[in-house]
């Protein structure tokens, strides 16, 4: 099991950028496929990213393609989510979240992971 916190949200206006942290500790962060999700009140939790355990794949959720970009720093056990040219429609809590793999497979779904953050809000201002 990995213990993930997130930091990095806030309220930005429409337009501007925020950069979300991840720190995990506990177990062997290398190991990790890691994802990030959000969840808009009233609404499921949803894919946003996932960048797999050597950072060679990542995913992107159609929303997000082209504005979004999932990165990690091994040596830091941190994980990142870049997040440009911001919409209202991105305001939500984002959630980090881990899955142990020794596959190349990259999940993208939520059952899939089994570690989770307590989430960041992000509020995004027209």
């Known amino acids: 099991q990995v213990q993930l916190v997130e930091s990095g949200g806030g309220l930005v206006q429409a337009g501007d950028s925020l950069r979300l942290s991840c720190a995990a500790s506990g177990q062997t962060f290398s190991s990790y496929h890691m994802g990030w999700f959000r969840q808009a009140p009233g609404k499921e939790r949803e894919f946003v990213a996932a960048?797999?355990?050597?950072?060679?794949?990542?995913y992107y959720a159609d929303s997000v393609k082209g504005r979004f970009t999932i990165s990690r720093d091994n040596a830091k056990n941190t994980v990142y989510l870049q997040m440009n040219s911001l919409k209202p429609e991105d305001t939500a809590n984002y959630y980090c979240?881990?899955?142990?793999?020794?596959?190349?497979?990259?999940?993208?779904?939520?059952?899939?992971?089994?570690?989770w953050g307590q989430g960041t809000q992000v509020t995004v201002s027209s």
């Open positions: 960048i797999s355990w050597s950072g060679g794949v990542r």
């Open positions: 979240a881990a899955k142990y793999s020794s596959s190349t497979y990259l999940p993208q779904l939520r059952k899939e992971y089994n570690d």
